[in-house]
């Protein structure tokens, strides 16, 4: 069964703590990225790969960090730098291609603050 | 800077109705518009999507407008369904596969 996964479901942080989000993919895709999702704001890119060993900032990328060693796996860190990061986030990925590929969503984690 | 504006934020629709949510974008490179379904904790989903070779694609109860001399697109929800409540968002690409999103629609449909 094809797809994304995304854990934990739900994650705490406290103050001054960094944590770590999974994102783990079996759809044979190049491309991967990292969306954070605020009420009324859409989704905004933090982070995007289109291939392993390289990554690029996306439009909100301060206090967060990523790694792409694996090609299924891209992991996301929320770093103690991020100051306001309760939110839903969001991984995706897609095939590489010029336009218009399909980006495909796991089931997100919310992450709250303690 | 939101270069994919959406509107209304919010949408109550009765059953039967038709839902209609807009998007206005600015960057005239543009050239793929999908708008994405998402359910109460999940993820999104695309749900149909359009070029702007077209002025309009259908797909069963779905159906996307395009007006690209005006930089807008519409989705159209016939028969509205309570099983569509869901948030909509609108989204558009340059030329590649990084997608720039409107701020999303939260649509109810009463029964």
């Known amino acids: 069964d094809g797809g994304i996964t995304q854990s934990p479901k739900y994650l705490f942080r406290k103050e001054g703590q960094n944590v770590t989000l999974s994102c783990e993919q079996n759809l044979n895709h190049d491309a991967m990225y990292w969306y954070r999702q605020d009420p009324g704001q859409g989704l905004r890119l933090i982070y995007y790969s289109q291939i392993v060993n390289d990554f690029q900032k996306g439009d909100i990328a301060e206090g967060y960090s990523v790694s792409r060693e694996k090609k299924e796996s891209f992991p996301l860190t929320v770093t103690s730098a991020q100051k306001n990061p309760t939110a839903f986030y969001l991984c995706a990925s897609s095939i590489l291609g010029t336009s218009g590929e399909t980006q495909y969503f796991g089931p997100g984690t919310r992450l709250l603050v303690l | 800077q939101q270069q994919v504006k959406q509107s209304p934020q919010s949408l109550i629709v009765q059953k039967g109705g038709i839902s209609i949510i807009n998007c206005a974008y600015e960057?005239?490179?543009?050239?793929?518009f999908p708008w994405y379904q998402q359910f109460p904790g999940k993820g999104p989903a695309l749900l149909i999507a359009i070029r702007p070779d077209v002025s309009e694609k259908k797909e069963g109860r779905f159906t996307i407008s395009f007006n690209k001399s005006a930089k807008q697109f519409s989705l159209h929800i016939m028969d509205s369904q309570p099983g569509d409540s869901a948030t909509y968002f609108c989204?558009?690409?340059?030329?590649?596969?990084?997608?720039?999103f409107g701020g999303g629609t939260r649509l109810m449909v009463k029964p």
């Open positions: 989204a558009a690409s340059r030329r590649s596969n990084m997608l720039t």
């Open positions: 960057n005239t490179a543009f050239d793929y």
